[in-house]
């Protein structure tokens, strides 16, 4: 019995890609069926705002795996990126892309004789793409980098997997823990908790910068990486470089009940309609699918198809020889179907007959909300609270410590995360955005309404932009110190 998935065609030269890739699939005799979803600019040019139909919704979440090409999002209409959108929704909370050294695709590396083979695998729903962002003073903009256990554990977890899947010995975590300490520290614990449960594979971390240092310097060293959502943005995309840009990027987002395997590229507004665009990238997320679904031996049988082409010196005039005549998608397509059943001559691949996994199409009745220790024990001990000023520091200070009660003292003023009082530099430079910060007295006992009271307090005299609580868990800290505290 065939698979049915779903597939939405995409923009620009979406359509144009997708037909290739399908008829390549159809010749190497994949065993999948298709139903065609609504989705992209059209729709939402049709009053969709989310710029698919509600038939398209309901086929992809019954069908639980949508294929698709690149989308445009209309800009200046307000309406979110459909792409980043379906990945939100429905939780796709792994972003995983393979990147591998190509015959005939030359580089820096392949002219090196470094083979690269490596795979990112970044989170994708949480960090700063949450997008919560607000302009607190008309010179102050500040966003909100939310990273959670369970959104950590998810990815991670999945990362593992997939490096036993594919028996790699190793798995790194890139981070910045050595400045975000709670955020991307959350990351990095939650990373070697995990790793307890895969002895067979050598977990370790690297510092984000070291990693890009690294990563164009000996690439060799990484078999698979595990990154928060913009750190793993920049990297993937670094990675595309290695392998010869985006056209050679695949890219699956998996969650627990919807994956979506698209290009990394977009439209190509410049060459939509004219039959020139390269379908690798869409062929190569095409093949991640395929594997995914447990096809793996038509997922080898195209991949060595795909390579021996490569290898031939085929194609399109993105890429290869420029003293060769270009190839265009259709006979892109048709020269790797004439060449099903060939084997390249460097870097063949074997199908793993293990590497399925099955979808879960259930449906939940409620939202799924995950809280991992519900026992922690949490005390309120302070407040900051954030404020436009154009005051000194001590000035500002003078106001605050009339705010003092039996139960807070005022501790310390920040300044873009820079203590300023009571102690600093006079060559610190300033915005008018302050912090104040109150810590509870010895012994008090303090309630969210005491918290909240200082900040009305201060509304009296200030504009307060916005408040957030210092609270312990389980006797420790849950906030960082300023710079210089
Ligand atoms: P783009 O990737 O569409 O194009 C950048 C350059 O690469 C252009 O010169 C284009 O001709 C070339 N290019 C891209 N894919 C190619 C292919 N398969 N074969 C040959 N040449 C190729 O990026 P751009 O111009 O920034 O974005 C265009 C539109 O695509 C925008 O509306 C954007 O929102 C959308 N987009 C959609 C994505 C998705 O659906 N996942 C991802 C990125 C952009």
Redesign the pocket.
Same mark, same amino acid.
């Given at each position: 019995m065939k698979t049915k998935i779903a597939v939405a065609k995409?923009?620009?030269?979406g359509p144009e890609?997708m037909a290739s890739v399908l008829r390549i699939f159809e010749a190497a005799n994949v065993q999948l069926d298709y139903e065609y979803v609504e989705m992209g600019k059209s729709y939402f040019d049709a009053g969709h705002s989310t710029g698919m139909t509600a038939a398209a919704k309901e086929t992809i979440e019954r069908l639980g795996l949508l294929f698709?090409?690149?989308?445009?999002?209309p800009?200046g209409k307000g309406v979110k990126?459909?792409?980043v959108t379906a990945r939100k929704v429905w939780n796709t909370y792994a972003n995983q892309r393979d990147f591998r050294s190509l015959n005939g695709v030359d580089t820096v590396f392949s002219k090196a004789g470094i083979p690269i083979n490596l795979t990112i695998v970044r989170e994708n729903i949480e960090d700063t793409y949450g997008g919560i962002e607000h302009l607190l003073t008309n010179d102050v903009a500040v966003g909100r980098r939310m990273i959670t256990r369970p959104g950590s554990a998810q990815v991670i977890r999945y990362a593992f997997e997939m490096a036993r899947r594919k028996g790699y010995a190793k798995l790194a975590c890139g981070h910045k823990a050595n400045i975000m300490k709670l955020t991307d520290g959350m990351f990095l614990e939650t990373f070697y908790e995990i790793a307890k449960e895969y002895p067979d594979i050598e977990a370790s971390d690297i510092i984000v910068d070291d990693l890009c240092m690294k990563l164009v310097s000996r690439p060799e060293l990484f078999q698979a990486i595990v990154l928060t959502n913009l750190q793993g943005d920049i990297v993937s995309d670094l990675c595309a470089g290695l392998v010869g840009g985006?056209?050679f990027a695949p890219?699956a987002n998996i969650g627990d009940n919807i994956s979506i395997f698209?290009?990394?590229?977009? /439209? @190509?507004?410049?060459?939509a309609g004219r039959g020139?665009?390269?379908? /690798? @990238?869409?062929l190569l997320s095409g093949i991640l699918m395929l594997r995914y679904l447990g096809f793996s031996t038509a997922a080898a049988d195209i991949e060595n198809a795909l390579l021996y082409t490569l290898e031939q010196g085929v194609h399109?005039?993105?890429f290869g020889d420029k003293s060769t005549a270009a190839a265009n998608t259709e006979s892109f397509a048709d020269a790797v179907i004439a060449n099903l059943g060939q084997v390249p001559a460097k870097g063949a691949v074997v199908a793993q007959p293990d590497a399925a996994i099955t979808i879960n199409h259930d449906k939940p009745s409620i939202n799924k909300l995950t809280i991992t220790s519900p026992n922690t024990t949490q005390e309120m001990v302070g407040v900051d609270v954030f404020v436009e000023s154009g005051k000194q520091p001590q000035e500002l200070a003078e106001i605050a410590k009339g705010k003092e009660t039996d139960l807070f003292k005022l501790v310390m003023i920040s300044n873009r995360g820079t203590q300023v009082w009571p102690t600093g530099s006079i060559f610190t430079e300033l915005v008018n955005e302050y912090r104040i910060r109150f810590e509870k007295k010895d012994g008090a006992e303090v309630t969210q309404k005491d918290l909240l009271n200082i900040a009305a307090e201060l509304s009296d005299d200030l504009k307060v932009c916005s408040v957030e609580f210092l609270m312990k868990f389980d006797g420790k800290i849950g906030y960082t110190l300023a710079q210089g505290q």
């Open positions: 995409g923009d620009g030269i890609i698709k090409g690149p989308m445009e999002t800009k990126s459909i792409n985006l056209g890219s698209e290009a990394v590229h977009g /439209t @190509a507004p410049d060459i020139i665009a390269n379908p /690798t @990238a869409l399109t005039g993105d």
